[in-house]
Structure formats: structure tokens, C-alpha cells
């Protein structure tokens, strides 16, 4: 579990009014009311940034279904054979660092790569510890939890409100469907408490291309930009604002205006228009990141990123990520064989592109990826020859932004159980992203009350 601290009631308390007496009394000496000194600190904090700061931008490759760090970033070789499975770590360019058999691509990258080996947290059910790594914050509920107001915003919606994009640019997006576990939404992609206007779009690449992809629909709205008759969209918007019919509720309203507004805007728009068509793209650059909907998603998201969208979520997984399968990471069974011939290798070509791509064109310092996913799986093998799920230990990876590459921080121990050295959760990784980012991880942020939340209680870790 993570680390926790216990505090006394009253303690707090008294804590509490000695704080809220001084920042009365500094409010008055500065002649204004404690709410609108508590605003202009809010705003102020709102706009700190933070000197280490170099990412305009940040792609997010989610890995939804749990990628086991036993085939992938830390494997165990001299661990009993129960444990220790099929696959065999290899050298990588960095000397010292070795990682799955099954990513070559990615060993020849390793001195752009940070690689968390100690991150947990203590939720084993997808949705939850998707919550937790999306959102940095302990999931609000148990069972499965749909999307609801209250729930933390997504990190892509958090960081839209420090990121302004140019007209006609999203300030967040997601590609290519949303997430879903037994049917449901899955709360932490979302805007929560931050409202429907800091939710990422979803954007899927379009189908008509000649990599082709499955069409899903997954119960919420995907924009696809391929073929749209402008005029007409114009003509048509011109004609509902016409019809509209003021009994709408505020919500609503609110929430069909913020979606149909951006759309136009986006659809009217050059920028977000050229960027979404990958025919525009040099055909090698294509075919390097690979002929599936998941390695296509990859190439957008770093598209969208040079047209101005700030953060870019890709979900790198399910039966899209090659070719429709119906493989993703959540391996109970057959784990070592849908490893390596469905699942790395696809992972391995398509973020080795992105990053190859990124440093061939002189933006990857300027670029922040960030490989994420809901926890690892068991130390031990399962009867159906699979590993299940894991919070107590996994691995993440992360490039570009600053980040220092060629470094591993933290440890598992000899099992891949439990962190032996530097153990970290997902708040600290929010907090490095933001850092990366110019973001102060204490900045604040207000909800729909006005009420004030700092956006991150982790700690920065030390990859800048």
C-alpha cells in the first residue's frame, strides 16, 4: 500500500483556523475580503509554473489492461521458474539497463527512456487502477465505477486548463475510443469535478485509410473528420441555433453547446483538419509506426501535438491495437504466447517509431511521452499458463520533456513483488509530469463551486 500518514482530529483542526486567521488577517492588511484574496491566491497559483519545465506537449500511450512488468521492463532471469516464465532480458543500447527479448526496437532507445521499475498502488480491479494512474488520486468508490461528477479529472483535463491551445485546436484529445471494462465507461478519463468542457475529445483516425482498423462504438461520441462537407456542417448549425428550443436543461445545453461548438471549430479549421489526415503523411513514416489502428493512433497523437494540442491520450490496447485480435494486456491466460506475438511486438514498434520520429525532427525534448497502465500482473503463473492482475509492483516508462534518458529508478525485488528501493505511486508520477510540463504540481484548480483543489499531492521525481 501506499505510504500513509496518520493525523489527530484536533490537531487539524486547530491547524486549520491558525491558517485560515492568518490568511485573514493578510487579506486585510491588503485591504480586500478573505474570498477574493483566496481567488487571486487560487489564480495565482493557477499560473505558477515551474522552471524545469520543457514539454509544450504530452502524449499518454495506455496501456488499458495491465502490461506485465515481468515480460517487459523487469524481468526476474534468476528467479525459480514459477516466476521467472519464458522470456529472457537482453542488452539495450545503455549499458547496464536490459529489457525484454520481445522489444528490440525499443532496447536501441533506452538513452531516451527513463524506466520506472518501483511505481504501485494497492487497487487490482482495471477501471479503479486506471483511475488511479490517470487521475493520481486513490478511486473514489468501489466496484465499477462509471463516470460521475465528482470523480477526479483526467490528466489530459487537468492539463487543459493550464494549456491554452489556438482556435480551433482541442485542448485535449483521445484516441482512438474510450476505455471500457464489462461494458461501462470507466470514470477517470473524464472532466469530474472540472465539468464537461475539460473533457478530452475522442478522436479516431479515419477509417477509409488504407491501414484500415476496427470501427468501434463504445458509448461515447468519436469524432471522425474524414469526408465532412463543411458548408453544410455551417449551414446545418446555423439552422439548429434557429430551432433550438429554450426549455433545455442547463447541463444539457451546456454540455451539447461545449461539443458542437468545438466540432465546428475544428471542422472549419485548416489545422486540426491536415493533421488528421494521414494521407498528407511521408508513406515510410507511415509504415514505420506500423499498419494497425493502434501504431496509426501513435502517428496522429505526435501530428496533433505540432498542429497545438497540448496533451494527447492514446489508448494502446484491445483488439485495434493489431488489427482486431480481440488481444489486449489483461493476459490471465496464455500470457507468454499473446505477449510475444500480438501485444510487445506492436508495443515495440509503434512507441519506437514515436520516439524515433519525435528525435528525427528535433521535438522530442519539447514532447513529453509518457507510457502508462493500470498495474502489472502476478509474480506467479497461473493454471491457464497466464499472470493476473498486480498493483504492488510495476513499470512505466517515460521520454522526452527533460526527462534524462538511459536511467532506471527504483527497484522491484527478486521476485517482482514489491518495491525494493525508491517506491513511488502514481501521484509522484503526476507531479514529474507536471514539472516536465511548466505545470507547479501544487498548483490549484476550482470546480463547478469555485471550490479550490491542488492538482497533485505527489512528489517530484528526480528524472528531470
Avoid at 430551432?243 to 475544428?266: N, T, V
Wanted: hydrophobic letters at 35%; proline letters at 8%; one cysteine or more.
Amino acid at each position: 500500500m501506499l505510504p500513509h500518514r496518520d493525523t489527530d482530529d484536533t490537531s487539524v483542526s486547530e491547524s486549520k483556523l491558525s491558517r485560515r486567521r492568518a490568511l485573514t488577517t493578510t487579506a486585510a492588511l491588503c485591504g480586500m475580503s478573505l474570498p477574493n484574496f483566496l481567488r487571486l491566491r487560487a489564480s495565482s497559483a493557477e499560473q505558477t509554473r515551474s522552471p524545469a519545465g520543457q514539454a509544450k506537449s504530452c502524449i499518454i500511450v495506455y496501456c488499458w489492461g495491465g502490461m506485465s512488468h515481468l515480460e517487459s521492463f523487469d524481468l526476474k532471469p534468476k528467479a525459480p521458474a514459477e516466476v521467472r516464465g519464458e522470456f529472457s532480458p537482453i542488452p539495450t543500447i545503455v549499458p547496464g539497463i536490459e529489457i525484454s527479448e520481445h522489444l528490440p526496437l525499443l532496447a536501441q532507445h533506452t538513452d531516451k527512456l527513463a524506466i520506472i521499475r518501483s511505481i504501485h498502488h494497492d487497487d487490482t480491479a482495471h477501471g479503479r487502477g486506471m483511475y488511479w494512474n490517470l487521475t493520481g488520486h486513490r478511486p473514489p468508490r468501489a466496484g465499477n465505477i462509471p463516470p460521475m461528477q465528482d470523480d477526479w479529472p483526467s490528466l489530459p483535463a487537468m492539463v487543459s486548463n493550464f494549456r491554452s491551445a489556438p482556435k480551433g485546436v482541442p485542448n485535449a484529445v483521445r484516441l482512438p475510443y474510450p476505455m471500457v471494462d464489462n461494458g461501462t465507461l470507466q470514470a477517470g478519463e473524464y472532466g469530474g469535478w472540472l465539468g464537461v468542457q475539460s473533457e478530452p475529445i475522442v478522436m479516431r483516425p479515419s477509417q477509409g485509410d488504407p491501414f484500415g482498423g476496427v470501427s468501434r462504438n463504445l458509448g461515447a461520441e468519436v469524432l471522425n473528420l474524414k469526408d465532412v462537407d463543411v458548408p453544410r456542417l455551417v449551414s446545418r448549425s446555423h439552422l439548429l441555433t434557429a430551432l433550438e428550443s429554450p426549455s433545455r436543461s442547463m447541463q444539457s445545453h451546456g454540455s451539447f453547446e461545449h461539443f458542437h461548438s468545438l466540432a465546428e471549430d475544428i471542422l472549419s479549421g485548416s489545422a486540426v483538419k491536415q493533421a488528421y489526415d494521414l494521407d498528407r503523411e511521408d508513406p515510410r513514416i507511415r509504415e514505420l509506426y506500423g499498419k494497425h489502428l493502434g501504431g496509426q493512433s501513435m502517428l496522429l497523437a505526435r501530428r496533433l501535438t505540432e498542429v497545438g494540442v497540448p496533451i494527447v491520450q492514446v489508448c494502446c490496447a484491445a483488439g485495434d491495437l493489431n488489427g482486431g485480435s480481440g488481444d489486449m494486456w489483461d493476459t490471465h491466460g496464455d500470457n507468454f504466447n499473446r505477449l510475444k506475438k500480438n501485444l510487445l511486438p506492436v508495443f515495440d514498434r509503434s512507441v519506437s517509431a514515436l520516439l524515433q520520429d519525435l528525435s528525427d525532427r528535433g521535438t522530442l525534448n519539447e514532447t513529453l511521452v509518457v507510457a502508462l497502465t493500470d498495474f502489472g500482473r502476478t509474480p506467479h503463473i497461473n493454471g491457464a499458463a497466464g499472470r493476473d492482475h498486480y498493483p504492488y509492483v510495476y513499470s512505466i516508462a517515460m521520454a522526452g520533456g527533460g526527462i534524462r534518458g538511459g536511467q532506471v529508478y527504483g527497484s522491484s525485488d527478486d521476485k517482482g513483488a514489491f518495491p525494493r528501493t525508491q517506491p513511488c505511486g502514481p501521484p509522484d508520477v503526476h507531479a514529474t509530469i507536471f514539472q516536465s510540463l511548466g505545470i507547479s504540481p501544487r498548483a490549484e484548480l476550482r470546480d463547478m463551486l469555485n471550490r479550490p483543489h491542488t492538482i497533485c499531492d505527489g512528489e517530484v521525481l528526480p528524472l528531470l
